[in-house]
């Protein structure tokens, strides 16, 4: 079986503004957006986040450039990726990934599959009101249905906005890394990570290709240390902590 790329996070604990500045440096790229996540409206009434605990994530993206719309299963053992789905493409306006998440010791498989919209396209699936699961289209569908069988997308509520800024392609030491930042209900989070591929000099050796994903963990881990930056220690990630904060937040 082909070796999986690996996304590896760190998140920041502490004042966001000036840890970006400490990491982004002299870099001067930023793209603003606006996020949602889908949410099952029946447990957001119960303060849950029953998609996301299922391991399903619906993102809306918008700002900066096309909208996207993310369907997304975390965890996702190989296994259950089947059909056209077991191996990734990319065929415009769809991209398809097969990946490994990584926040320090807990690695993550997931795939995930994005489709591009036209800037503004996605704005009336969030609305109060709307139905989110609108624009997910027949791919999408597809996918979920292959892989997922027992999701079901009916009767949603888009939770957000969320306001992102980011800045990719930042370099700290000898790695290429993407800043994130989350500002939403009150809560800031700052993600740095970067993404290890399988190289020709890896064998296929899941184990060779290991060890350089690691060494590239504990490099991207000092590089934020040694700019004064505080790493978090908080064992949930970014998207559960300000899912479950908007859904409490609907329940005030």
């Not at 982004?24 to 099952?40: K, N, P, V």
């Not at 993206?61 to 719309?69: H, N, Q, W």
């Not at 994130?180 to 184990?207: M, Q, T």
């Amino acid at each position: 079986m082909d070796l999986l790329p690996v996304e590896i996070k760190v998140n920041i604990e502490g004042d966001v503004a000036p840890a970006f500045s400490a990491l982004r440096g002299s870099h001067a790229a930023m793209t603003t957006r606006r996020i949602w996540f889908a949410e099952d409206r029946e447990g957001v009434g119960q303060g849950r986040v029953s998609l996301l605990d299922g391991g399903v994530i619906v993102r809306f993206r918008s700002g900066g450039g096309p909208d996207d719309l993310t369907v997304k299963l975390r965890p996702c053992p190989r296994p259950r990726l089947v059909g056209r789905f077991s191996a990734p493409f990319d065929s415009e306006p769809l991209t398809y990934r097969i990946e490994e998440d990584w926040s320090g010791n807990r690695h993550t498989p997931a795939a995930s599959l994005v489709r591009t919209h036209p800037p503004g396209a996605l704005a009336g699936a969030v609305l109060q009101g709307a139905d989110p699961a609108a624009p997910i289209d027949a791919v999408q569908d597809q996918f979920l249905q292959a892989c997922a069988p027992a999701v079901r997308l009916d009767g949603l509520v888009a939770l957000g906005p969320i306001l992102s800024t980011k800045a990719d392609d930042v370099p700290l030491d000898d790695l290429s890394v993407d800043l994130e930042a989350w500002s939403v209900a009150g809560l800031e989070f700052l993600e740095a990570s970067i993404r290890v591929k399988p190289k020709d000099e890896d064998d296929n050796d899941a184990e060779k290709f290991t060890a350089r994903a690691e060494r590239k963990q504990r490099k991207l881990v000092e590089a934020v240390r040694e700019r004064g930056v505080t790493l978090s220690e908080h064992p949930e990630n970014k998207t559960w902590r300000v899912l479950t904060a908007l859904a409490a937040a609907e329940q005030g």
